[in-house]
């Protein structure tokens, strides 16, 4: 039974609290005093081996609440972080479903028991998947709040979207706002300031709430952030609006993000709040702080304890008497004990579902249904420009598809677009995209690789479909957190829920005469081993259009390797096979038929094999190539049948030798054709190391034609 508010035995003045009702104020507590209860519950259960993790939210409750009421619940949108309990309550989600979480229950909603507790997500509220990597948040932040602005302007991208797999969650309201939370400690990732600098740039609608409890595990603020305020750091960023709170103050904080919130709905830019919160217990159950703080401090910080502090001012202000407090509290008490009596007995997820959700259910990108035969139009043209050509279709067809990367608009200072050529990427893979598009659909980005990459999922977490360029692959690491720890393992980790089919175009590797260490980079088995995303890497103009289309219809996200080498080469030309034509993932392509050996490759390395398959040929040995064209997921059964018919195998990459992609897939020959085999599996690779600048040592390090005639020959005779 819900504490009633004593209406009516005093006159109540809203105003002397930031407008609020009684039963506003009440609730808040309420809210705040459910939010610790559980903490407390998920302790006692961590303590009994009945959960396996537990990190509370204990002392945010205040701010947390404050902003669940300052923001419209299942209307704007949610990066939450794991001490923002309270607010996921005043969100709407339930105690049951924060319980199953701790459990790993099956019907965990928020990701099947695949993670931890306190790792939000709810896509009915808007309440989005979290991870665990502290700040990768702030940049999928920018790009779902570049989708509001999207929206607005191309509402046909909206009413495609609605349409799509998961298209029921596609939601969008002219005014929203996005809150992503982090504590003070995350502020030192680069990706906070590569996120403030772009919501600055573009005047996002923002809400930064940063949770400031003085610690990052153990180390202090003071040591953490210059000046050892995170808001007077950025006070100068411009357009962003910064508001600075007492955290444990629920009044104080309200104010605070209403003020926040306003400015964001209004479009005059981000907002930020910094609330002084308390971490009254440790950081997780994992950690004890009396390694690192003194009794002095923890005497300090119950001191500011938000939950008894505000019991008290109720009963001050004469809101609630202490029965009534005691009386919601015992009520409180029983919600959770329920709640949790009911996630203990709640099912575990079965093995034979773990690999549920890794790739959309929708979509499948290696079925028939991307088999299509080309209609061809126009001369012969190159790779790099099917790359443009394939956008510029796909782009008409549909609204949703965003272009974006370091240079690849044909100029930025796009009023000047009358009087100048037009730039279009580096290697003018996209030239022309933006004069025929626009810049609204077609634009640069900062210089910041996780940038791209984290703008990227947050635009395709919205229902766009973003297709974003990495210059040089050899600049792609610092992306690699929003590879490895969001983009392929969105759906994964929200048990399908939540889903970011972006594709991420990359230039790469070698045989630049003059590349060397920082333009030649191989690395494609860097990503092949991120289950959830689809690696492709073609070498042809034809399949670049096929492979592209595919990548860009599908509702997985897409690493689209193009190799620079490649771009204008006379040999792999092809006229535009017409704006329809897909080619399915995972479908070798035979370059060559043969009978004594088989090459399996892909990329740069094919017309090498081609080469030296002619030669090969002069000597009599016939040699067959297998263009895997698809690294992930690949054609085993194209690799099956062709080693079956020549019982010698030459693995031929240009990555590294040594735990390169073609070691995996030598490995796998080796383990399940070992009988078919009539030689050692071989592989041509580069040598392990970097290439050089120095076109004589590029040569030698990379592998050549000549490199995979000597281990033809060798084979044949073996
Ligand atoms: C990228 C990354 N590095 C390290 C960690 C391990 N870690 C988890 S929480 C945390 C401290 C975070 O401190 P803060 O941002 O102040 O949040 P608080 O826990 O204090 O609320 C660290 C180092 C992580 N999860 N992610
Ligand atoms: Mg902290």
């Known amino acids: 039974m819900a504490v009633q508010a004593r209406a009516g035995s005093t006159q109540f003045d809203a105003t002397r609290y930031r407008g609020l009702r009684r039963e506003d104020l009440i609730r808040i507590y309420r809210t705040m005093v459910l939010s610790r209860r559980l903490d407390d519950r998920e302790i006692q259960l961590k303590r009994q081996n009945r959960i396996y993790f537990q990190i509370s939210g204990a002392g945010h409750e205040a701010v947390n609440v404050a902003a669940g009421l300052a923001m419209r619940a299942a209307y704007d949108w949610f990066l939450p972080y794991y001490r923002d309990r309270a607010l996921c309550l005043e969100l709407g989600i339930t105690p049951y479903d924060m319980l199953l979480q701790a459990v790993g229950a099956q019907d965990d ?64 309201q002219l005014d929203e706002v996005v809150l992503v939370s982090g ?7 680069g990706e906070f300031f590569e996120s403030l600098n772009t919501a600055c740039l573009k005047k996002l609608p923002v809400l930064y709430l940063i949770e400031d409890n003085k610690y990052a595990i153990s180390e202090p603020v003071a040591r953490q952030t210059a000046g050892g305020n995170i808001s007077r750091l950025v006070e100068n960023f411009p357009a962003l609006l910064v508001q600075e709170c007492d955290g444990t103050e629920p009044l104080e904080s309200y104010d605070a993000m209403c003020r926040a919130v306003a400015y964001c709905r209004e479009r005059k830019g981000p907002a930020l709040v910094h609330a002084h919160v308390t971490r009254p ?22 001191h500011r304890d938000p939950i008894p502090k505000f019991g008290l001012f109720l009963v001050r202000e004469g809101i609630a008497v202490e029965k009534e407090i005691e009386a919601l509290e015992a009520e409180v008490d029983r919600e959770v004990r329920a709640a949790s009596d009911r996630a203990l007995a709640a099912a575990p997820p079965h093995a034979d579902s773990i690999l549920v959700a890794q790739y959309s259910p929708d979509v499948d990108p290696t079925s028939a249904r991307f088999e299509s035969e080309p209609k061809f139009a126009g001369k012969p043209i190159t790779m790099v420009e099917m790359v443009a050509a394939t956008l510029a279709d796909e782009m008409s067809r549909d609204d949703r598809v965003v272009v974006f990367g370091e240079d690849i608009a044909d100029c930025g200072n796009e009023e000047n677009l009358g009087k100048v050529k037009g ?22 980005t900062q210089l910041a690789e996780a940038n ?29 957190m929003q590879f490895r720890d969001e983009l392929c393992v969105f759906r994964w980790r929200s048990a ?14 070698g045989y630049l005469t003059g590349g060397a260490i920082y333009h030649s980079q191989s690395g494609e088995v860097a990503f092949t081993h991120l289950p959830g995303l689809r690696v492709v890497m073609p070498s ?26 490649l771009y204008r080469q006379p040999y792999n030309r092809s006229p535009y096979p017409g704006p329809d034509f897909t080619i399915p993932f995972g479908k070798a392509r035979l370059v060559r038929e043969g009978a004594d050996l088989s090459i399996i490759t892909y990329g740069a390395v094919v017309h ?22 698809s690294l992930s997921p690949y054609d085993w059964d194209a690799i099956a049948t062709s080693v079956r018919k020549t019982s010698r195998v030459i693995v031929a990459y240009e990555d590294m030798r040594s735990w390169g992609y073609g070691a995996e897939i030598a490995a796998r020959i080796a383990d399940e054709l070992f009988g078919d085999l009539d030689a050692p599996v071989r592989r041509v690779a580069a040598m392990d190391t970097f290439c050089a600048y120095q076109p004589k040592l590029e040569e030698e390090i990379l592998p050549q034609s000549a490199d995979l005639i000597v281990a033809a020959r060798d084979l044949v005779s073996y």
């Not at 103009?541 to 996200?557: E, N, S, V, W």
Request: aromatic share 8%; glycine share 10%.
């Open 109 to 172: 909603p928020s990701s099947g028991g695949r993670q931890m507790p306190s790792h939000w997500g709810n896509q009915k509220l808007n309440i989005v998947s979290r991870s665990s990597a502290v700040g990768t948040q702030f940049l999928e932040a920018i790009g779902m709040a570049e989708a509001s602005l999207y929206y607005d302007r191309y509402p046909r991208a909206l009413d495609l979207a609605r349409q799509a797999p998961l298209g029921e969650d596609v939601r969008h």
């Open 183 to 189: 504590g003070e400690g995350s502020t030192s990732e």
């Open 281 to 302: 217990y440790s950081h997780s159950l994992s950690d004890d702080d009396k390694l690192y703080k003194t009794a002095d401090e923890r005497e300090e910080e119950a």
């Open 423 to 444: 730039k279009g990427g580096v290697f003018k893979a996209t030239a022309g995209l933006q004069r025929r598009h626009g810049g609204g659909r077609v634009y640069n």
């Open 452 to 480: 791209i990459v984290g703008r990227a999922l947050g635009l395709a977490l919205r229902g766009l479909k973003p297709v974003a360029e990495i210059q040089f692959f050899d600049y792609i690491w610092p992306a690699m």
């Open 496 to 509: 399908g829920h939540f889903k970011a089919p972006a594709v991420i175009r990359a230039a790469i590797g």
């Open 540 to 565: 042809t103009a034809l399949d670049l259009c096929g492979l592209l289309r595919t990548a860009m219809r599908a509702d997985d996200p897409v690493l689209f390797l193009e190799h620079k080498h």
């Open 608 to 629: 090498r094999a081609e080469v030296a398959a002619m030669q090969l040929e002069r000597e009599g040995i016939s040699a067959e190539i297998i263009d895997l064209r």
